[in-house]
Structures are given as structure tokens and as C-alpha cells.
């Protein structure tokens, strides 16, 4: 029963969609299990850019059955877009189910995220601005609605005008936005529901079904360990589990489905948003990572802030996540450096310090420990074997293999769905 969870063991960003759509050529089914489209995972396949934001990026495989979750959190305004984009790009979009329990983002989600954004100043998380927030809150609250009640007429137009009232009050007694209209919303999220219909479904039926015939199962992660509710630099994360534990309860199975965990790791570390980041670079270096791979949000346009490799972070994410085994991306883009450092440790107070802190009071505190290593050219995007890469990154990779005790499956060497060196097989 191979199920593989493919997630993020940064801050977002690593490269999910790219292992993901590899991988998918192998799998039986791709399953997304949080977050929304505050996702934005770029794939480079069949000559063409994608960029998916809810949509598994199994989609692009076509003829896999690809799921959304009850996990994920839907705005059904922007997923029929997605739906037409990678439809106008020639690839079909039946096979797409949607769960029936999955949350609906909501106008006033989206409002509240910007009003609360806004309202916080300088203390803003510096959220993607698309409700996710506000989404899992009511969620959590039981005042949100899930994809089933779309489908509903009677009740969704009832709930509906409860719940809305109580929102506007917040948004203009509060905040001092405007109100939002009841028949817009009404209408529009009638019509959605409608659009999508035939695709939502309990899916944990589905994925049941093909767990009893010992199908290969992946799980496609979105944002990263460190924006995860839990166990990120809270309160600067998102509202979702996107470590490995978030699938059992993101998709309806058993936690004994998953039987590896890929954690997706960039050669550096990137963040996007508010929030502590003790490998940042504020140099030139910095600069030119972010100008050289392009690290500028895909759905926020926003620059990434930028630095060297945490260790730190990654023993903590093969912790919490259990992860068997990880895929680095860019080493392409760390090359052309003649040095590079990889943070293994952290100093607080004269000691060496291990575990990654809860404290933001600690993590602003923390130093990072540094190693230097040689390092490498970087036209290294036609290379296959491991063998073949120049020493420098060879000795890069068997680094965090030794300081993490976890083996490097897959390195990435440029963005395309076939630059990237295999060192073992994951289904
Ligand atoms: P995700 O959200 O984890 O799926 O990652 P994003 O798609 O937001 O960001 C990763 C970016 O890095 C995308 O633009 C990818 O095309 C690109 N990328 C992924 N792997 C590699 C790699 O090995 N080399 C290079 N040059 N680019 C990569
Ligand atoms: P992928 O799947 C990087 C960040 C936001 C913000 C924080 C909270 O492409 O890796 P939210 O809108 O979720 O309430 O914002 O989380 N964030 C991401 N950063 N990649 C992502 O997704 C992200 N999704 C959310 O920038 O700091
Ligand atoms: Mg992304």
C-alpha cells in the first residue's frame, strides 16, 4: 500500500509541484490535503509553464484520478479559472473530484484578511491575501460551508443570511469596511455550485477504494513545515497542517496509508511574509540568489527574502514529519558560487542549540553556526547521475545526508519535469 506524501520542509516553495508532477507519472492517484490557493506550485512539462494553485499538480499526468481534499480550503471563483487555464492548455480536467467536506473560501474571507492585515500594522503575518485564514477560522468557529452545502439551495440561501449578517456587522462595526451584498453572494455561489456539481463527491470513498487495491498514492503538500499551525513561526504561518501529519485528516484515511514521506528542501531557504528567519541574508549574496532564481512570489509577485541552508530546520521537519527520504531543488541556482554555507547549528547565550525553538523571542536571538564548503559551477542542468555532478555539490549533498541521517532521493538541477537526478526510487 504505497502511500507518499510529497511536502514542503522549508517556508513554501521548494519545488513541491515539480517533484509532484515527476512522481505522478508513477502514481495511480495525486491528492492535495491543505491549504488553498495561497499555493502556487510551477511545473515546466510538455514544452509548457503551469501554475497551479488547487488543482494537484498530477493534473498535468492526465487520466489520473486528482483530488481536492476536505483538508483544502476552496475558493470556487478561482478554481473553475484554474479549471479553463490548464483546460486551455490542452490538458483535461475530468478526471478532477472534490470532496464534499472541503470549506469554501468565502467573499468576506478574503475581505477579513485584508481588514485584519491591515489592522495589524507592522504586525501583519503578511498573508497571500486570499481568505485562507479567515477560511479555517470559521471552520474551526462551525459557522463555515463546505462544498456540499453549494448544492443545497434552500439551506445555503438560509445559513447563509445568518452568517452573513454577523460578518458584516464585523466587517463595518469593527474594521469600518463596507457591507457586502447578500444577493451577490447568493447568486454567484448558487452558480458555482452548479459549474461544479458533478465533481464533488465524498471523496474518501474514492481514495478508499483504491487504497483496498494497493494503488499508488500521492499526496501533494502545500506551503511548508514551517507555516504549519502547529509547529511553524507562529503566529507568521498559514492556518493548515502541511506536514505529513496533515494528510490522515485532510483526506478521510488511516495514518498507516502513508509509507514515505518526501520532504521537498531548496539548496537554500526562502520565505515569503512576515516572521523570524535566521539564515537570512541582507547582502549581496541574498541579492543574487533572488535575482538569479527569480524568487519573486508566483501568486503574490512579492520578493522572497532569502538565505543560506538550515540544518536546524531540516532535522526538525524529518522530527515532525517523519520524513524517509528528501528532494532537493535549485542546485543549479545555488552554483556559480565559490563558496557556500550550510547553517548546522544555532548558538543562543555561548551554547549550541539543536532544536528549532518555539519562542520568537529565542529564534530572534538565535546565531546561526555555519559551515563553508567549496562550491560548484552551475550549468549543471544536463547532468542525470550523481556521479557526474562536480565535486562541490556532490559533497553539498552528502552533507545534509549526514547531518539529517536522511538520504537525498531526487536533486533538482533546473525547473524542467526531466532535470532532475533519480538516486532512488520513491514509488
Ligand atoms: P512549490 O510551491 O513548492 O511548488 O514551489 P514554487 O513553484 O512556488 O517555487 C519553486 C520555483 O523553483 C518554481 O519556479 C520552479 O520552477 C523552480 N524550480 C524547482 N526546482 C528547480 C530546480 O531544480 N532548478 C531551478 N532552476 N528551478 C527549480
Ligand atoms: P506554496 O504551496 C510560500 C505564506 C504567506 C504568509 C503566510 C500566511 O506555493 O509553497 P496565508 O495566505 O496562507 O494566510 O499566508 O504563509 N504562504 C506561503 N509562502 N509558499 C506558499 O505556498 C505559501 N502559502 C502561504 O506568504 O507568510
Ligand atoms: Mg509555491
Known amino acids: 500500500m504505497p502511500g507518499l506524501v510529497v511536502f514542503g520542509s522549508q517556508w513554501g516553495d521548494e519545488g513541491k509541484g515539480r517533484f509532484v508532477d515527476y512522481l505522478a507519472g508513477q502514481a495511480d492517484m495525486v491528492i492535495r490535503y491543505q491549504g488553498g490557493n495561497n499555493a502556487g506550485h510551477t511545473v515546466y512539462a510538455n514544452g509548457q509553464e503551469f501554475k497551479l494553485r488547487t488543482i494537484p499538480s498530477g493534473i498535468i499526468s492526465e487520466g489520473k484520478p486528482c483530488v481536492i481534499g476536505n483538508g483544502v480550503v476552496i475558493d470556487p471563483a478561482s478554481l473553475l479559472k484554474e479549471i479553463e487555464y490548464v483546460e486551455a492548455k490542452g490538458v483535461s480536467a475530468a478526471n478532477l473530484h472534490i470532496s464534499d467536506r472541503a470549506h469554501v473560501i468565502m467573499p468576506y474571507h478574503k475581505v477579513l484578511d485584508a481588514l485584519s492585515e491591515a489592522r495589524l500594522g507592522d504586525a501583519k503575518i503578511g498573508t497571500t491575501g486570499n481568505g485562507i485564514g479567515p477560511c479555517y477560522a470559521d471552520k474551526t468557529s462551525r459557522c463555515g460551508f463546505r462544498m456540499c452545502d453549494l448544492l443545497e439551495e434552500d439551506r445555503f440561501s438560509k445559513k447563509l443570511k445568518v452568517v452573513l449578517e454577523g460578518k458584516n456587522e464585523l466587517i463595518t462595526k469593527i474594521y469600518g469596511g463596507k457591507p457586502l451584498s447578500y444577493d451577490e453572494i447568493l447568486n454567484d455561489y448558487l452558480e458555482y455550485g452548479r459549474k461544479l456539481k458533478d465533481r464533488i463527491e465524498d471523496t474518501s470513498l474514492l481514495i478508499y477504494d483504491y487504497v483496498k487495491q494497493n494503488k499508488k498514492i500521492l499526496f501533494e503538500g502545500a506551503q511548508g513545515m514551517l507555516l504549519d499551525l502547529d ?173 539529517t541521517g536522511i538520504p537525498v532521493a531526487m536533486i533538482g538541477v533546473g525547473p524542467g519535469r526531466e532535470q532532475c537526478v533519480m538516486r532512488k526510487t520513491m514509488f
Open 231 to 403: 509547529y511553524g513561526t507562529y503566529p507568521f504561518v498559514t492556518s493548515s497542517h502541511p506536514t505529513a501529519g496533515g494528510v490522515a485528516c485532510g483526506v478521510g484515511v488511516g495514518p498507516q496509508v502513508v509509507t514515505d514521506v518526501l520532504g521537498v528542501v531548496k539548496s537554500y531557504t526562502t520565505r515569503v511574509g512576515e516572521g523570524p528567519f535566521v539564515t537570512e541574508l541582507f547582502d549581496e549574496i541574498g541579492d543574487a540568489i533572488r535575482n538569479k532564481g527569480h524568487e519573486f512570489g508566483t501568486v503574490t509577485g512579492r520578493p522572497r527574502r532569502c538565505g543560506w541552508l538550515d540544518l536546524v530546520i531540516l532535522r526538525f521537519a524529518v522530527r515532525v514529519s517523519g520524513i524517509t527520504a528528501f528532494a532537493l531543488s535549485r542546485m543549479d541556482t545555488l552554483g556559480g558560487f565559490d563558496t557556500v554555507k550550510v547553517c548546522v547549528g544555532y548558538e543562543y547565550k555561548g551554547k549550541m542549540i539543536d532544536n528549532y525553538p518555539a519562542s520568537l523571542e529565542m529564534l530572534s536571538k538565535m546565531k546561526p553556526v555555519y559551515k563553508e564548503m567549496q562550491g560548484w559551477r552551475d550549468d549543471i542542468s544536463e547532468i542525470r547521475n550523481f556521479e557526474d555532478l562536480p565535486q562541490g555539490a556532490q559533497e553539498y549533498v552528502k552533507l545534509i545526508e549526514e547531518e
